[in-house]
């Protein structure tokens, strides 16, 4: 029980910490996002900075309003990696929606691997395309929504008039119906 409390009491320290803007401490947090986002994408120097101090204004917010509720240093990471890959997914979606960006100039990389090879996403819009066929009306306009359109669990729930909670469990289970599918068997 201690190691919780303790775990609990280091945490409450970072988030007060955070919330008085202990300069340190967010110099920290601000070249661990820029090199999340130095390596996953690769844009322009001054887009990736805006891209870091994005991230940071939306950390801070939501720490202020309160939406960070996790009970330890590890979910306080998680949670910070979640909104740097969120922001990342969708500064690179957004720059090649507008054109801003040549598609090899901004992309997204996993493990060093590019993922514009143009075959990669054809296959992957032809499996998508199957995956939807077969699925329940339902569940098929949750995984346009995420996946082809590329909105947030967030957006989704103000759209479909959910909790955000009740989007993200309804997503996972469209996905674990997706992964059920006899298209899908030859290659999970």
Known sequence: MDDLGSDRDQLSKVLDALLEGDAALWNSLRGRIARYVAFHFKAPLAAGQDLVSEILKVLLENLRSRQFRGGSLRTLNS???????????????????????????????????????????ASARELMAKILAEIDPRSRELLSLKFIKGWSDQEIA???QMTKNAVSTAICRAIQKARNLDCLQGIL
Request: with cysteine; hydrophobic share 30%.
């Open 79 to 121: 949670y910070i990696y979640g909104i740097a890959r969120f922001r990342t997914l969708r500064a690179a979606q957004l720059a090649r929606r507008e054109g801003k960006l040549e598609t090899g100039d901004c992309e997204l990389r996993r493990d060093g691997a590019t993922t514009e090879n143009p075959e990669t996403i």
């Open 158 to 160: 103000e759209h479909l």
